[in-house]
């Protein structure tokens, strides 16, 4: 019985979640699927009335389950985002979810902001690097607040953490018969850590010999993101790098409300899944809210837990429901989100 911990966290998550789970319990009723929900109250009300963002026992506690579903994390009555800061970095860090991982699939062409793309020219997955990089806040201030103050941040790049993300890049396309991966770097400005990431490329690359690998120096591939996005099927870069493109990525594929993605260690045997957008505050408790990254968060945690095929079918019905216009305002329709989530709901049953 794969039991998901699920938490919904603040503003929108909620809302969202709620939509996520209601496709899950009804693919669940019809396929047998067995899966045990248990919600967590980790979030900003928690953090508000107890003074406990999420203890060390907790966090050890998220290894018990086969998958975390996440809402969003954001409120404005903690203006220093500490609980957000706490539980999300804390889950990517402590449990080591070194993947994240980030498709970017068109699913209906009039939401894309490029001219003349279709959906079949952008379909690509980003893996970006979550654990190492810049954001290991490594580094410090010197001289604080006077003339001379220095700030340093250090880049951390080990070969055991570039490895296992190049690998997993490969592994993915191998897995998916995707024939091209694309490494993205600043070698050439960034000559110790990223000529790490070059070495161990050329070393993982070479194992697959099927798979076409590339490599484009960062600000080549956000041009070409943008102007050929069908030249790619999986990248892999680091987390500064990832933070960005996957951004860049998630406008391309028709905006922050259809963007989902993964937050994986798959050798721990742990992944948490989540829409990629924030909590929202402004349009929360409204029904304003978008439920399709939640939706299509909840079938990416489906395909880990073994349930590939399930993942392709909220796939189909997300792209049923955008053609329909059966969406929320934000996407230019007059659903509210629970309505949405209910259209989902009746496409999969058809
Ligand atoms: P944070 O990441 O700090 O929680 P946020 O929620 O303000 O920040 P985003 O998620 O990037 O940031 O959202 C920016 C704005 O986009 C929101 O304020 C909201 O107006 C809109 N938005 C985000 N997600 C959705 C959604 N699922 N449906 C509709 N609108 C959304």
């Known amino acids: 019985m794969p039991h998901v911990a699920v938490i919904p966290g603040d503003g929108i998550g909620r809302e969202v979640l709620d939509e996520g789970l209601k496709v899950l319990r009804a693919l669940d009723a019809r396929h047998g699927l067995d899966l045990r929900f248990t919600h967590l109250p980790y979030g900003a009300d928690r953090y508000l009335s107890t003074g406990l963002t999420i203890t060390p026992e907790e966090m050890a506690g998220l290894r018990e389950y086969d998958a975390v579903y996440l809402g969003a994390l954001g409120d404005p009555r903690v203006p220093s985002n500490v609980h957000a ?123 697959y010999p099927t798979i076409k690998a590339s490599h484009l120096y960062v600000d080549a591939l956000v041009m070409e993101m943008v102007r050929a996005p069908d030249r790619f099927d999986v990248i892999v870069t680091n987390n500064l790098f990832g933070d960005i493109v996957t951004d860049l990525g998630a406008q391309i594929q028709g905006g922050i409300g259809l963007a989902a ?69 934000e996407l230019g329709g007059s659903l509210s989100t629970s309505q949405v989530g209910d259209a989902i709901v009746a496409i999969l049953s058809r």
Not at 100 to 113: F, G, I, M, T
């Open 261 to 329: 993605s993964g937050n994986l260690n798959p050798e721990a045997g742990i992944g948490m899944f989540e829409p990629v957008h924030g909590s929202a505050p402004d349009i929360a408790g409204q029904g304003l809210a978008n439920p399709l990254a939640a939706v299509l968060s909840a079938g990416m945690m489906l395909s880990w837990l073994g349930h590939v095929e399930l993942e392709r079918q909220i796939e189909d019905a997300v792209r049923v429901a955008l053609n329909d216009g059966l969406v929320t305002r």
């Open 85 to 207: 800061k706490d539980i999300l970095l804390g889950m990517r860090f402590q449990l080591d979810l070194y993947i994240n991982l980030r498709p970017c699939v068109l699913l209906d062409e009039r939401y894309c902001p490029l001219k003349d793309r279709r959906p079949e020219d952008v379909r690509f997955t980003v893996f970006r690097e979550n654990t190492e990089g810049l954001y290991t806040g490594i580094g410090g201030q010197f001289k604080r607040d006077t003339a001379d103050e220095v700030a340093i941040e250090a880049e951390l790049n080990t070969r055991k953490g570039v490895e296992r993300i190049i690998r997993a890049a490969f592994e993915h396309a191998r897995s998916r018969g995707l024939k091209r991966v694309c490494m993205s770097d600043k070698s050439n400005a960034m000559r110790h850590g990223h000529d790490l990431w070059q070495r161990v490329f050329k070393l993982v690359a070479a194992e």
